[in-house]
């Protein structure tokens, strides 16, 4: 019997592989480490790329809801750690792993640091050249900030002793790797700034990222930055920087580097100092050979061989000067009795006798006026009062009683009726002139 075979589609193979890795437990949550390459972010947020080590690879995907805990943007070349779960991609036959976390890895981690810590410093601008502090060029006295063991600090002493004898290196011990070094070499920079240095050199040997680190934490940048003395960097070799070297006064590629940016050589001040000699000599010479000519030529003047000329230039001279220190002087004179004159005539102008009979006058006129106004006022308030008085006799009962008439009053009331007194009452009788008192006897109606 023929065995009946049995065909299956692309799709269905691909969607069973699809489901065979879905339901594998060790495979929806795995952790993987590599480097990133193919790298390739979507219009619509989402990140595809390739993550791979030295044996092989595998695609992965981080889709937009995942990416918004990044903490860095990600780049070829860089070394992460993610973590997701494996799938396959059924339209293409490959399986790839779906990213739901990436972090950087290690050293990764050191060097996003280390651009977010310089960045920041940048901004505050720590690295600006105006807070650059000049180097001294011949120091008496440098402080060395380093390991008191290893290459670093016997290569910076051999060097400067080599080069400068003169002058003294003073060693300020302090530990350079490892989470004590960054503060102790806060303390020592803060011890050798006041110890009368006139310049320091803070580094160390080469090494790793890990172990340079301690200059590249901020509180060491902080503390370079606000040292008053002078600080060469010497941290690591050639092509090694940290931000130790960006906030120094001035960067040396490695610790004999600095030593030797530090310090002159004693061929060097030799050099100088021929050179100033030679410049010295000359500038005698020079000067020898002005003076000379200044007295050759002295010697050769009219006025010393003829000094009695001198003496008669100077008495034409006075004599000038006295000719026109009178006429000065008198026309000086002149414009003051002027303007005194000027002065005397404005002052009898306003003289103050002549302003006060003005305002006699004045008065007088004033008074004068004032009189005629005040007789012309009495004579219209006599003329008012003799009318006035008159229209009083006119009305005033008393001169109606001088014509025989009397005023009849009660009690000093007026009496206008008969009907108002009864008989025996008492009554007061006025007169035009004087005045009695009657007793009713009889009422006549």
């Not at 860095?72 to 399986?95: C, I, N, Q, W």
């Not at 402080?143 to 400067?160: E, F, K, Q």
């Not at 070799?237 to 050589?265: C, K, N, S």
């Not at 230039?313 to 009795?337: P, R, S, V």
């Amino acid at each position: 019997m023929i065995e009946e075979k049995k065909y299956i589609g692309v799709t269905e193979l691909n969607n069973y592989i699809k489901s065979i890795l879905d339901n594998d437990f060790f495979l929806n949550r795995i952790y993987l480490k590599g480097e990133i390459s193919n790298f390739k972010s979507h219009t619509r947020g989402h990140l595809y790329f390739t993550l791979k080590d030295d044996g092989g690879r595998i695609n992965a995907v981080m889709f937009q809801s995942s990416t918004h805990n990044l903490k860095f943007t990600p780049e070829d070349g860089m070394k992460v750690l993610v973590s997701g779960r494996v799938s396959a991609y059924p339209a293409s036959g490959s399986y790839q792993i779906y990213v739901d976390s990436m972090e950087l890895d290690g050293l990764g981690n050191l060097y996003l640091e280390y651009e977010k810590l310089k960045e920041k410093l940048s901004k505050e601008g720590l690295f600006n050249s105006e807070h650059k502090k000049p180097i001294p060029k011949y120091p008496n006295r440098i402080g060395i900030i380093t390991a008191d063991t290893g290459a670093a600090v016997r290569d910076i002493m051999s060097t400067i002793r080599r080069r400068y004898p003169l002058c003294e290196a003073i060693l300020f011990p302090t530990l350079v790797q490892g989470g004590e070094a960054a503060p102790n070499i806060v303390r020592q920079i803060e011890v050798a700034d006041n110890f009368g240095c006139d310049l320091l050199i803070v580094g160390r040997g080469g090494g790793s990222i890990e172990d340079l680190w301690a200059f590249n934490e901020e509180i060491v940048a902080r503390a370079i930055y606000n040292a008053k003395t002078p600080i060469i960097s010497a941290v690591g070799h050639e092509p090694d920087f940290t931000i130790a070297d960006f906030v120094a006064d001035l960067r040396a590629p490695t610790p004999t580097g600095a030593a030797e940016m530090a310090v002159p050589t004693v061929l060097d001040i030799n050099n100088l100092l021929n050179q100033y000699k030679i410049r010295l000599n000359k500038f005698i010479k020079n000067l020898i050979n002005t003076k000379f000519i200044e007295l050759r030529n002295l010697r050769n003047s009219f006025v010393l061989k003829n000094p009695i000329s001198l003496y008669e230039l100077k008495e034409q001279k006075l004599d000038k000067l006295m000719e026109n220190l009178n006429y000065n002087i008198n026309n000086i004179l002149e414009n003051k009795a002027h303007n005194l004159e000027i002065a005397k005539n404005k002052i009898k102008l306003v003289s103050p006798i002549n302003l006060i009979n003005n305002n006699l006058n004045k008065v007088k006129e004033v008074k004068i006026n004032l009189n005629n106004i005040i007789e012309k006022r009495l004579l219209n308030i006599e003329h008012n009062l003799d009318n006035l008085i008159n229209t009083l006799k006119l009305v005033n009962p008393l001169n109606i009683l001088s014509n025989g008439y009397s005023l009849v009053r009660k009690k000093d009331k007026v009496i206008k009726s008969i009907k108002e007194i009864k008989k025996d009452d008492e009554v007061n009788i006025k007169l035009y002139e004087g005045e009695f008192i009657a007793q009713v006897k009889e009422i006549t109606k």
